[in-house]
């Protein structure tokens, strides 16, 4: 008579071996969101200080060729200093306003 004799072989059984890659695919998954997050949020970032940097530089090229072609130039704190046929810039709730002649139709130039 033959004795035929299972011996437990060492290793991980079908079930501990779900269980370990489920565990796994939730780490994963919850490094590349979080990586995928900190992406969409510099993108932001850099599209808002992009948009800043924009608005800068065109307030200074107006504000540049205005001094540059002015026949004279006025500092003043008082808006009541301004004459007819004066240009002003004003700093206006976050705002670049220039205003000519017509002081009832400020025109905004940018963003401060």
């Given amino acids: 008579m033959l004795k035929i004799r299972l011996q437990r072989e060492s290793g991980f059984s079908l079930v ?3 269980i370990a ?4 695919g ?3 998954l919850s ?11 510099s993108f932001d970032r850099g599209q808002n200080q992009m948009e800043r940097q924009r608005e800068a530089r065109l307030i200074s090229r107006i504000l540049t060729e205005e001094i540059r072609y ?6 003043t704190n008082d808006t009541a200093d ?3 046929g004066q240009v002003c810039f004003l ?4 705002s670049v306003v220039r205003m000519a002649d017509n002081r009832s139709h400020p025109h905004n130039v940018g963003q401060r």
């Avoid at 890659?21 to 796994?24: E, I, K, N």
């Avoid at 490094?31 to 949020?41: L, N």
């Avoid at 700093?91 to 976050?94: D, K």
Wanted: glycine residues 12%; without cysteine.
């Fill in 16 to 18: 501990e071996l779900l």
């Fill in 21 to 24: 890659l489920t565990l796994f």
């Fill in 26 to 28: 939730g780490v994963v």
């Fill in 31 to 41: 490094i590349g969101y979080s990586i995928h997050y900190f992406g969409i949020v």
């Fill in 70 to 75: 002015a026949k004279e130039i006025t500092i």
């Fill in 82 to 84: 301004i004459k007819d």
């Fill in 91 to 94: 700093v206006e709730n976050g």
